[in-house]
């Protein structure tokens, strides 16, 4: 499956964005999908993870309550919406993607892989 990643920007402390993550190349229902980011001399660390059917979802403890992750399988797209961004918000985002039939919660098993898009928020 091949991921595009879409939607970052520049916006203010306190600001919202939308994410999206577009599919294409094989069943998109087939998938587990994940959200990553990675903010310069950092790791790279989980964000949001949503299951094949969109009923099961998880989040990062920093933005569990300010950021949503959802799927619209119909246009193979995940989004993920961002709410009271916080200047530590900063970074490269990336969507990620594995075989429904691995467990959803194990982060290390992500292995298709879009390219990332940029989210600074300013103070």
């Known amino acids: 499956v091949q991921l595009q990643a879409s939607g970052g920007g520049l916006v203010q402390a306190g600001g919202s964005l939308r994410l999206s993550c577009a599919a294409s190349?094989?069943?998109?229902?087939?998938?587990?999908v994940g959200w990553f980011r990675q903010a310069p001399g950092k790791e790279r660390e989980f964000v949001a993870g949503?299951?094949?059917?969109?009923?099961?979802?998880y989040y990062a403890d920093s933005v569990q309550g300010r950021f949503a992750i959802s799927r619209d399988n119909a246009k193979s797209t995940v989004y993920l919406q961002m709410n009271s961004l916080k200047p530590e918000d900063t970074a490269v985002y990336y969507c990620a993607a594995k075989e429904s039939y691995r467990i959803l919660e194990v982060i290390a098993s992500y292995h298709y892989w879009g390219q990332g898009t940029q989210v600074t928020v300013s103070s």
């Open positions: 949503i299951s094949w059917n969109g009923i099961s979802t």
């Open positions: 190349g094989r069943t998109f229902t087939n998938y587990h």
